[in-house]
């Protein structure tokens, strides 16, 4: 079973910046598209950004659409989220799923895969 594994998460002041990464193991990567989630307490999960495996075509959410970037590196079966101007509300943990589904899905019913998550803390 394929396992995915975020890290870069971590406090940072508002307007700053950090570069999250989501690893896969186990056997073979067979998610056709990936994406970025995210939890604030006592909130529901929300979508962020989602990229396709195969065409690199991306899709954000208006929240974080121009500050944050979505991008993979194929090879390595890694993907990332690199946030710029950080704003207190984007405090959450964030979580890497994948998916079967082609296209940019936008349901968390739609992953079927996820990871455990980082915490991102952004002060203001």
């Known amino acids: 079973q394929v396992q995915l594994v975020e890290s870069g998460g971590g406090l940072v002041q508002a307007g700053g910046s950090l570069r999250l990464s989501c690893a896969t193991s186990?056997?073979?990567?067979?998610?056709?598209?990936m994406a970025w989630w995210r939890q604030a307490p006592g909130k529901e999960r929300e979508f962020v950004a989602a990229?396709?495996?195969?065409?690199?075509?991306?899709y954000y959410a208006d929240s974080v659409k121009g500050r944050f970037t979505i991008s993979k590196h194929s090879a390595e079966n890694t993907m990332y989220l690199q946030m710029n101007s950080l704003r207190p509300e984007d405090t959450a943990v964030y979580y890497c799923?994948?998916?079967?589904?082609?296209?940019?899905?936008?349901?968390?019913?739609?992953?079927?895969?996820w990871g455990q998550g980082t915490q991102v803390t952004v002060s203001s």
């Open positions: 186990g056997r073979t990567f067979s998610s056709n598209a």
């Open positions: 990229i396709s495996w195969s065409t690199g075509f991306t």
């Open positions: 799923a994948g998916s079967k589904y082609y296209g940019l899905p936008t349901g968390a019913s739609r992953y079927d895969t």
